[in-house]
């Protein structure tokens, strides 16, 4: 088992930032993706961005040029910088790890995740 604890959430004004960060521990895969879900209220979980162990980073259309996600392998922590946030920026934030396996095989790890408000 992998253990994810988040932190960083809050509330900020639209235009403002928060950094959310994301440490594991427990079982690691030594070979893993890390990524940042959200999920509104009403509304299904989606992605916000990924990074693989060797750093190449994938980001929703909606966060690209706002929000920058990074990883510090040797503390097994993830982060998610997030920049000119706006309302619809506001979800609970689930940090991610995917451990990967031979064959195309994974195992996702989810976070109790950590709630992020934007006031406009």
């Known amino acids: 088992q992998v253990q994810l604890v988040e932190s960083g959430g809050g509330l900020v004004q639209a235009g403002g930032s928060l950094r959310l960060s994301c440490a594991a521990s427990?079982?690691?895969?030594?070979?893993?993706?890390r990524g940042w879900y959200r999920q509104a209220p009403g509304k299904q979980r989606e992605l916000v961005a990924t990074?693989?162990?060797?750093?190449?980073?994938n980001y929703a259309d909606s966060v690209k040029g706002r929000f920058t996600i990074s990883r510090d392998n040797a503390n097994n922590t993830v982060y998610l910088q997030m920049n000119s946030l706006k309302p619809e920026d506001t979800a609970v934030y689930y940090c991610?790890?995917?451990?990967?396996?031979?064959?195309?095989?994974?195992?996702?790890?989810w976070g109790r995740g950590t709630q992020v408000t934007v006031s406009s």
């Open positions: 427990g079982s690691i895969f030594s070979i893993n993706d």
């Open positions: 991610n790890h995917r451990g990967l396996l031979p064959g195309g095989r994974y195992y996702d790890f």
């Open positions: 990074i693989t162990r060797g750093g190449s980073t």
